[in-house]
């Protein structure tokens, strides 16, 4: 490693701080190759990230009944291979040397780990991946636009239905990768606690959003309960809430407040965003288990329901959207939970589930049903909330994810 390696990297990630610079450096084997050696293979499945130092490293996409066609040329402070560390696909493109080249290589497990501790380069990843998705969506596009150009009139309907299924295609693709990445970063299993018991559940949509949860054990005796959801959808939506998490998960180390850690997380959502069309709700409470009492914050978040007694009752509370405007105050509240008691988190795919008449599931029905079944334990009553939403919706589309999150107070 040398001093160029140091530039290259912030070059090619603009805006990381000094020490993820030096991570990068530290996980990343400089190699050489001279001129015609195909780095990335279309078609095949790898795993290496490279960030080009020296040479130029030409982008070609092998096109049926064209041959091989140029989509990009790379040069020093260029990267490429990001698509291999998010999921298994094959490579969609050939990366060859033009010249003698110097790379750097990182592996995906590393990169992994990177990504998680540093909210600034995940942000920089999703802006080339989202980059590169429209290119390639562009040279399909480009295919079948080019091929019914020679065609008769008669084809016409033809052509504009063979550009739908392209489109459709390119929206399933996006779709299952937003919902793999959604899943790879949900906590895989909850942390349980004598006192307290947390089940959740989470369905995306065919439209797939940024919900996430999260149950943090701060200490010996604070937990913080998190439910959050990025207001967009896709790709896009699900790559931000894997960001906005990691803030929330960064944040709950340093403060005991919930108001504290939740303007933390929405001041770095200003940092790492470069549009301002990405915000989210939230609610972030922390519990101290040894008396019960529950503080926190809702950022036009879903009120949550407290059943205590067979009563259920919806937590108060007010305040905006994190990272729309960047001047924000957030009020907390604090709640007593007894013994006994289940607290309720959830999204608005739960009440605004529609069924084929287009009726909604409604905060009635559903307070009823957590009225009427909500002695079960946390486990149980997700998920018979989970099947009565099922039932009413009858396999009707859904636009939005369903996310459930459940504590229950031990006697």
């Not at 001129?35 to 982008?59: N, P, R």
């Amino acid at each position: 490693m040398n001093i160029g390696t140091t530039s290259v990297l912030r070059m090619a990630f603009h805006g990381l701080d000094a020490q993820t610079v030096q991570d990068l450096r530290a996980v990343s084997q400089r190699k050489e190759y001279p001129a015609g050696t195909v780095l990335c293979k279309q078609g095949e499945i790898e795993h290496t990230f490279y960030v080009i130092v020296e040479g130029t490293v030409a982008v070609s996409r092998n096109v049926e009944g064209e041959g091989e066609r140029i989509l990009n040329m790379l040069g020093p402070n260029g990267y490429f291979g990001e698509m291999g560390l998010i999921d298994d696909s094959p490579r969609m493109a050939n990366c060859t040397c033009v010249s003698p080249t110097i790379v750097l290589e990182m592996t995906e497990a590393e990169f992994d780990r990177l990504l998680e501790e540093s909210p600034g380069l995940a942000y920089a990843l999703i802006q080339t991946v989202l980059s590169n998705s429209r290119r390639m969506d562009q040279v399909y596009i480009e295919d079948l636009q080019n091929k019914n150009v020679a065609l008769q009139k008669a084809y016409d309907e033809l052509q504009a239905a063979q550009e739908k299924l392209v489109e459709k295609k390119r929206l399933e693709r996006e779709i299952e990768l937003a919902a793999d990445v959604q899943r790879s970063l949900l906590p895989s299993a909850l942390p349980q606690f004598p006192d307290y018991d947390f089940f959740a559940f989470l369905t995306p949509a065919r439209q797939v959003g940024g919900d996430f949860y999260d149950v943090i054990a701060l200490d010996d005796e604070h937990i913080g309960i998190l439910i959050a959801d990025v207001a967009d959808k896709g790709f896009h939506a699900a790559l931000f809430m894997a960001v906005t998490r990691t803030l929330f998960q960064q944040a709950a180390q340093h403060s005991l407040s919930p108001s504290q850690v939740a303007l933390e997380v929405h001041r770095s959502m200003f940092q790492v965003a470069e549009t301002e069309d990405m915000f989210l709700t939230a609610f972030y409470g922390v519990l101290h288990r040894s008396s019960g009492q529950l503080t926190y914050v809702r950022a036009a978040q879903d009120r949550p329901l407290l059943l205590r007694n067979g009563e259920v009752t919806e937590l108060a509370g007010n305040g905006r959207f994190l990272g729309m405007l960047y001047e924000l105050e957030l009020e907390e509240f604090t709640v007593q939970i007894e013994p006994g008691d289940r607290l309720i988190l959830y999204s608005d795919g739960v009440p605004d589930a529609e069924n084929w008449s287009n009726d909604n599931y409604g905060m009635e029905r559903f307070k009823q049903f957590v009225a009427e079944h909500g002695q079960q334990s946390a486990e149980a009553l997700t998920k018979a909330i989970v099947k009565d939403v099922a039932k009413w919706c009858a396999n009707a589309p859904s636009s939005d994810d369903l996310t459930l999150l459940i504590m229950e107070a031990i006697r």
